[in-house]
Nanobody, 120 residues
Framework: QVQLVESGGGLVQAGGSLRLSCTAS????????MAWYRQGPGKQRELVAR???????NYGDSVRGRFTISRDNAKNTGYLQMNSLKPEDTAVYSC??????????????WGQGTQVTVSS
C-alpha cells in the first residue's frame, strides 16, 4: 500500500511564492515519474510540471520560468516551488506519481490535492 500526501498549499498574494511537497509512504521500491497537475475553478485539469526518473523535466506553458519541480529520492518526496504567483494560478494542485512497489509491480497514485489561492 502506497500513499501520497501533499502539503504546502495556502493563500498568498500575487507575486508571492509557495512550495508544495508530495511525500510517498508505504512499500516503495522506487519512484519513477512524478508530476503536479492543477484544476482551477471551471477549468480542466492541466499538467503543471513533470519530472521523470532520469530527472528530465517538462512544464506547462503558463508556468515555465516561474515554477520548478524537484525531488529528493532519499525522502521519497517531490517539490513544486512556485514563484511570481498570479491569480490565475489559483487551483487545487495534485501530486501524481508512478511508483514501483516492493513486489516490483508498477502503479500510479494521486494525492488528495492541496488548495492554492492567489489574491490580487
Amino acid at each position: 500500500q502506497v500513499q501520497l500526501v501533499e502539503s504546502g498549499g495556502g493563500l498568498v498574494q500575487a507575486g508571492g511564492s509557495l512550495r508544495l511537497s508530495c511525500t510517498a509512504s508505504g512499500s516503495i521500491s522506487s519512484i519513477d515519474d512524478m508530476a503536479w497537475y492543477r484544476q482551477g475553478p471551471g477549468k480542466q485539469r492541466e499538467l503543471v510540471a513533470r519530472m521523470a526518473s532520469g530527472r528530465s523535466t517538462n512544464y506547462g506553458d503558463s508556468v515555465r520560468g516561474r515554477f520548478t519541480i524537484s525531488r529528493d529520492n532519499a525522502k521519497n518526496t517531490g517539490y513544486l516551488q512556485m514563484n511570481s504567483l498570479k491569480p490565475e494560478d489559483t487551483a487545487v494542485y495534485s501530486c501524481y506519481a508512478v511508483i514501483t512497489d516492493t513486489t516490483f509491480a508498477q502503479w500510479t497514485y494521486w494525492g488528495q490535492g492541496t488548495q492554492v489561492t492567489v489574491s490580487s
